[in-house]
Every structure is written in C-alpha cells, then in structure tokens.
C-alpha cells in the first residue's frame, strides 16, 4: 500500500562548506564521510556539534592519517563553532533569512541577504518490512542548486528552486536493524547566479516526502481529472491515469476510480481492465459522469476527490488520490469566463515570501496570505515569476481564489522543458489555476529565438494540458504568438498604438492585464524618507530608478503608474481582462527605488507582514461591493500646527464629508462610472477627531482618525486562538502599541522583548519597515509605524501557549493560545 511520510523533521544544518565535493566515485560504494552512517551515529540523528569530529574521524580513516586535524580543510584560526557548527532544524527552512544583513553583498535584488553554501543532513531507519517497496524520495522546492548522496551514492543535482522534484532511492538504501541507519547528505548553493530579481532565500523551504509503494503503482503525478462538458444536470469526466509497472514481467490489474464529493460519498465510479508490459508506462482514459454537479466557483468552491485504486490478483496494490474541481474555463475576446461567466481579474502578483519565515513558509501561512487578498476583494494570484509550493495552491483551490501559474524561464532548452514539465504536471488538477504562463519579460522576447522557443513551450503546454488557456508576460505585445497576450504595463508603456487600437486591428487577439501598477509605498509613511529608505503614501517623488523628480511631495511618481490610472485605464479597455497588480504584498529585494538601507520592496498593497497600506482601501473601493470609505493620513502631526496637510479619501460611495472637530470641511463627490474613487482635502492642522462620513444608496460608512496620546501599553492579537499541536501551525498575531486609551499610536517604533513559554515557539518576526535590519529570526523587534507581527508556532505536544510581550515603560501584554491534538468541529 502506498505511504507518503513527511520528511520535514529531525534535520542537522551547517553553513558553509563540510568538506570536499565528490559527486564522481570510481567504484560504487567508495565515498563516505558525511555522506554515510558511522558507526557511532547507529540509531542517533547526528548529534549536535559533532560534525566536526565526525568528519575528522572519516578523514583519519580514509587517509590513513591518524594526526589529521579538521582545521587543515578549515583553516586553524576558523572559530570553532564554524568546525562543528552543525545545528539540529525542521524543515521548511530559509538559511539565507539567519544571516546579517551586508550592504557590501547580496546586492539590493537580493536584499542585501547574501549569497552561501548549506548543507542538511539527516539519519533516518528504513524498517526491514519495506524492503519490496518502491521508495521515492520528493523535493517541494530546495533553493538552489542542490546536491544530494543517499548513503554513500550521489544522486542528482537540481538547478532550478522553484520546481518540486524526485529521486528513486529504493536501492540505495538500507533495511531493518542489520543493514542499520541510512544517511542523506544536501548541499544547497545559491553562489552559482541568481534565478531571478528578487530575494529568492537557499535551503530546504518547501517540504519533503518519503513516498513508498508497490512496483506497479500510479506514476508520480500520473493523474488527470479534467470536465470536459457540464450543466446543472451532469458533469463529464475524463480521468487520465498514467500506470507504471517496475516489475520485469507483464503486469494484469485494473484501474477503480472512485469520485467521491467533500462529505466522502460516492458519487460515481469506473473500473478497467489493462495490461502493461514489464518496465514501462501505460496510459488510461476513462470516462465517468457526476450527476447534479457541485461547482468549483469563487463563491463556492466546490471540490471533489478522485481515489485510483490499482487491483492485481484482487488485491488493492496502490491507491492514489487527486482533488479537483468541476469547472470550466474559457479566455475569450472580451476577457475571462468561468464557468461559462464573466469574471473581472482582480489579480495580485506575488513573489512568494513573507515576514519571519522568508522563503520557508509554514502551510497555514500561506493561506493566511490569500485570506487577506481575498478580504480585499482580489480573485487572481499570479505566481510571478515561477510556480508556488503546492500548499499555497491547495489554499486557493480551497478558498476561491483564482491562480495564473507561471513558469521561470521561457527557454526551450532541455532542462527548461524539464522544468515546464514538472510545474503542469504537478499542478494541472488545482481547479483554481486558470491559465498557465510561459514566462515574464524575457530579455530576448520578440526576436524570432524567442518566439520559437516560446512556440515550443506552447506546444508542449496544450499537449500535456488541453483544458486551460496559455499566455506569456510581455511589455510589448508585438510578435507574441501565444493564444492570449499577457500585457505588462499597457497602462504606462507607449507604443506605436494604443492597445485599444493594437486589439482592434487584430481580430482574432486576446489580451490579459499581466502586471500593472507599480506604485511603491511604505505603510503609514506619509513623506519620502530617503536616508531610512521609505516611501510616502501618497505617491514618491522618486522615479524607480531612484531619481529625485521636481513634483512636489504631493502626486509624485510613486513608480511605474499609480493605482487610480492604472484602474481608469481598465475601465476604458475591459477586453483587457481586469489588472495583475505588482504586488500583493511587499517581499524581500528588488528595493526600488532606493538601494541600501532597503532591504524589501514597497510595491505591495500590503506590506511584508500583511499589514494594509493605505492604497489596499483604494482596491477595496473598485474591487468589492459593499461600501467602502477610508481617510489618510494618521492625525498626529505635532509638528504641523496650522499648517495644510493633504487628507486623502478612498471610497465606491458617491460622496463623502470631512468633518474636523465637529466643523464639516465639505462634501465631495466621486462618480465610480468614471473612475473616481480618491477624493482630497487641504486642511490645516488642529489635534482631535478627523472624520470621512459618506453615503451609497442611503446607506451610510464612516471612518475617523484621532490624534492619540503618547504610548502607553503593547497589545497583542491572535489571527487564530487555536492551533494544531502537529510542530507546523501558525498563529500570526499582531502586536501594536497603544496609547492609554487603547488607540493604535500611528507614529510609535518601540522596541518590544518577546518570550513564549509552554507547547509553542517564536517561529519569526516582522514589521514592515523596508529600512529595518533587525533580523527576522531574533526575540526582539521595533513596531514599526505602530505595529509589528510576531509568528506563534505549536510545537507537537497540545497545552497551552505563552506569549509575552513588553517594552520599557509600557505595560506589558500576555497572551495564551491553546495547541490541540485535534480542532473541535
Ligand atoms: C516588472 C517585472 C517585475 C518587477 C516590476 C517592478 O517589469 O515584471 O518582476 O520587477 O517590474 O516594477
């Protein structure tokens, strides 16, 4: 029977090189050293600071040479720490994110985090029963270039960080107590060049399996579930099933699929018979109809579950389970239909780290990621610019929300195709991805290279998936031969033609808003602040390169378009699709337009701890329904009595007053038809109560701002008061400081002590500021503009959780979460 073990724990990590790189053996069986199990390591995970010794010892035994000292490949003045600094981890993991930061390295692409060397190992026992089993061991995602040896034998190297990949280890390994413990040795190096243009972290961050089944088994990612025709009344089917038998002879058995609905009920089922010839695949179409189906919309996001059970000699030798969804969807000239309905792309791009955990984030944080895109209204996640952990599809498959999966690098090389492979293949059942992306502004895209290349991928992505539309990111839509042409930045970028006039002189074209926007913003900072390397709220008046420009601190630059032209620009060309903003949220490098003290972007509509910005109001305004009003900026500027501040309003209602202290500043009207959805004041300055009251179809929203007194206490809050006792979950929880009368002081940075007792630990810290350098992964950390995020992790034993949080001269806060063996329903 097949079993998928999570690898993810009991890790040994170093920093740096071990050792001599052997990836060549002249016999089999010939390289050891930490590759291999000693004989002191039998049944123990590698001990805590003894690699050093270790590797001493397998050097003196495989020289012969009982004086060698490990300083000789280190170097003798090389701390000692730095000889046995092996350190015991879980995985997912971001070494890069543990390093100091370094202007002089690391460059500001990167985040000023440098590039490394590291190295994970783990001793594992394989029980004697497997043995007859196939056993597969399976990489999510290893940043980057990555080796691997597996008891002595080197297995493979994988460039690309952004693929899941595997390797067959069955033979390799050693079974039951006689042949003892088993060892696999990763080096991780992220020296070799970058993959992209942002922080990309180094390490093992996405999880590992240990897969293990039968000889005859469904073939890794060997199943396709895709609707080929529905109405409320049926649903049909087609369910491709790629078999592999490892056995040398000829193999008879059937293939069962059950489809079973989210209660677990059978709602239909299909056997058939096969026959696949020793060492070799088979591929098997069947055909099953869904009666009353229940779809997969943004609503409602029905799934369902496919169980393939492989049956020889009446016995159930493998069984595999997809979930999909039934849906269909289509891009046609006037944009994206699901389910045979319009749907507008309220889309975010989104690299994929986030604050406290970098490039390694736990499951539920990526789901609490597309809870706070979904609560402002996005339906569209773009994967810019590679495919995303599989738990992250998982959450929008789950949640509803729609997902342009994109691939790394539009080159049709034979390892790039390797790459495109695995991310269709992997990803091709989520029923949330509703296009694939070929790649993003490639560097030779246009020329006839780039297109035949491009024309390859094509190809080969409607072979492997017929059912979902195609595109490629581009800034110019000229030459594209793909079937729907992905526009970065049509807003901005002038060509020969407007791409009104490009889409009407061309009959048969598609088009999709890929990225748009570009606006940089730091959360509640309201001036351009050069040395501290933040952006103003209301619009930078530096270029993206950085560039002062002579506009005023009022409407400036604030990057490549601001949201409100970026928005009239779709209204006025709806066959675009809707818009991809650049970004979701703020990550790690790519600090424009600033170089160094930045260390993150400020592209986000939230910031790096999923914080909103104030611009996250303005895409609440176009993109939800229910009405919206929201005032800028804070109202505590004691430095600016009397004089005129800029109060900016984004709201979907027709008008809005402004009242301070009680004197009404005056109504203003915002027609949405058009576009408008920011209204302005200049009001002078007096402490007290700011208010925007507005109104929609007689219903009235209002928000006030109140100048706030100096800090008084830290306050925490759990985004989740519960977590699972499994060493993974999340809870993210908000700490902010307070003035006495409980109101967020918009202005505070109070550095504030944290320390967790009992079932859970202190997983990471963040607080959004693009200028700060203090590290993720230590237990103390500024607010920043008020607010900071700390990252509660269970640890495997349910009770509960303690976190404190205190600063000096505040009061402090505590909180208790509980860590559960299992969720009450
Ligand atoms: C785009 C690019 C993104 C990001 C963005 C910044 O052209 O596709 O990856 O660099 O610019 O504005």
């Not at 002191?40 to 050097?59: C, D, K, M």
């Not at 999909?324 to 969807?329: C, E």
Request: charged content about 25%.
């Amino acid at each position: 029977m097949r079993t998928r073990e999570n690898f993810d724990r009991n890790w040994m990590f170093h920093v740096g090189e071990v050792g001599k790189i052997v990836k060549t053996v002249k016999k089999a069986g010939m390289i050891a050293g930490l590759t291999n199990a000693l004989g002191e390591e039998r049944h123990e995970p590698f001990a805590l600071g003894e690699a050093g010794r270790v590797t001493q010892n397998v050097i003196r035994e495989k020289t012969g040479d009982p004086n060698f000292e490990i300083s000789q490949i280190y170097g003798a003045d090389t701390p000692k720490d730095k000889i046995t600094g092996w350190v015991g981890v879980n995985l997912p993991h971001d070494w890069r994110l543990e390093q100091p930061y370094n202007p002089e390295s690391g460059g500001a692409f990167q985040g000023y985090l440098p590039n490394g060397v590291g190295y994970y190992r783990k001793v594992f026992q394989i029980p004697q029963e497997d043995e007859g089993k196939k056993i597969i061991i399976e990489f999510d995602g290893v940043m980057r270039n990555s080796s691997i040896w597996v008891n002595g034998c080197f297995v493979g190297d994988h460039l690309s960080g952004y693929t899941s990949f595997h390797y067959d280890i069955t033979d390799l390994l050693k079974y039951g107590d006689e042949e003892g413990d088993n060892v696999i040795l990763v080096r991780t190096d992220t020296t070799g060049g970058d993959e992209g243009w942002w922080y990309e972290g180094g390490g093992i961050y996405r999880h590992v399996w240990l897969t293990k089944h039968d000889y005859l088994h469904v073939d890794r990612w060997g199943t396709f579930v895709r609707t080929e025709r529905m109405d409320n009344e049926r649903a049909a089917i087609t369910v491709e099933t790629t078999v592999s038998n490892e056995y040398p002879q000829p193999m008879k058995y059937s293939i069962r699929t059950s489809i079973l609905n989210l209660d677990g009920e059978l709602v239909a089922v299909k056997e058939s018979g096969c026959e696949t010839s020793g060492i070799d695949k088979q591929t098997v179409l069947q055909s099953v109809q869904v009666a009353n189906p229940l779809l997969w919309s943004l609503d409602m996001p029905h799934l369902y579950e496919a169980i393939t059970e492989l049956i020889h000699d009446r016995q159930i030798v493998d069984t595999y389970r997809t979930v999909f969804g039934i849906r269909t969807v289509e891009y046609r000239r006037d944009g994206l239909y699901l389910n045979g309905k319009y749907v507008q792309v309220k889309g975010t791009c989104n690299h994929q780290d986030f604050a406290g955990v970098g490039i390694a984030l736990p499951d539920s944080v990526h789901e609490y990621k597309i809870k706070r895109l979904l609560e402002m209204g996005c339906n569209a996640y773009r994967c810019a610019h590679h495919s995303p952990a599989p738990e992250l599809l998982d959450a929008c498959d789950r949640l509803g929300m729609l997902v342009m999966n994109e691939n790394r690098i539009s080159e049709s090389t034979e390892i790039k195709l390797d790459d495109l492979k695995s991310m269709l293949y992997r990803d091709r059942n989520h029923p949330s991805i509703f296009m694939w992306s070929l790649g993003n502004e490639e560097k030779i895209s246009g020329s006839y290279q780039a297109n035949r290349m491009l024309k390859r991928l094509h190809d080969l992505t409607k072979r492997i998936d017929p059912t979902r539309p195609v595109t490629a990111a581009n800034l110019s839509q000229e030459g594209m031969d793909v079937e729907v042409n992905g526009a970065n930045y049509a807003e901005s970028i002038k060509g020969r033609q407007t791409i009104g006039e490009w889409f009407q002189s061309l009959p048969e074209a598609k088009v999709l808003n890929t990225e748009n926007v570009s606006f940089f913003s730091a959360r509640g900072v309201y001036e351009d602040d050069r040395e501290g390397g933040r952006c103003s709220s209301y619009g930078s008046k530096y270029t993206m390169f950085g560039k002062e420009m002579d506009v005023g601190n009022l409407g400036g630059a604030g990057g490549t378009s601001t949201p409100e032209r970026s928005w009239r620009y779709f209204l006025n060309n709806r066959f675009s699709g809707g818009l991809f903003v650049w970004t979701g949220f703020d990550y790690r490098g790519e600090t424009t337009p600033f170089q160094w003290p930045s260390v993150l972007s400020h592209f986000g509509i939230l910031d790096y701890c999923g914080f909103a910005k104030d611009s996250y109001y303005f895409y609440q305004s176009v993109w939800k329904d229910e009405p919206i009003v929201h005032l800028m900026p804070h109202w505590d500027w004691p430095d600016r009595l009397g004089q005129q501040v800029e109060v900016r309003v984004y709201t979907n209602c027709s008008e809005v007053e402004l009242i301070l202290n009680g004197q009404s500043l005056g109504k203003k009207i915002a027609d949405a038809e058009l576009g408008e959805h920011t209204l302005s004041w200049h009001v002078a300055y007096e402490p007290g109560l700011l208010e925007a009251i507005a109104y929609r179809d007689g219903v009235m929203v209002a928000e006030r701002k109140e100048t706030t007194t100096e800090a008084y206490s830290v306050h925490l809050e759990a985004n989740r008061s519960e977590l699972l006792a499994d060493g993974q979950d999340v809870s993210m929880v908000t700490v902010s400081v307070r003035d006495e009368s409980g109101r967020v002081v918009p202005v505070a940075g109070n550095l504030i002590r944290f320390h967790v007792a009992g079932e859970g630990k202190l997983l990471g810290l963040g607080n959004g500021d693009p200028g700060c350098h203090e590290s993720d992964k230590g237990d103390t950390r500024c607010v920043f503009n008020g607010y900071a995020l700390a990252l509660i992790q269970s640890l495997e034993k349910a009770g509960e959780i303690r976190i404190v949080a205190y600063s000096e001269g505040l009061v402090p806060a505590v909180l208790t979460l509980q860590a559960r063996k299992k969720f009450a329903n």
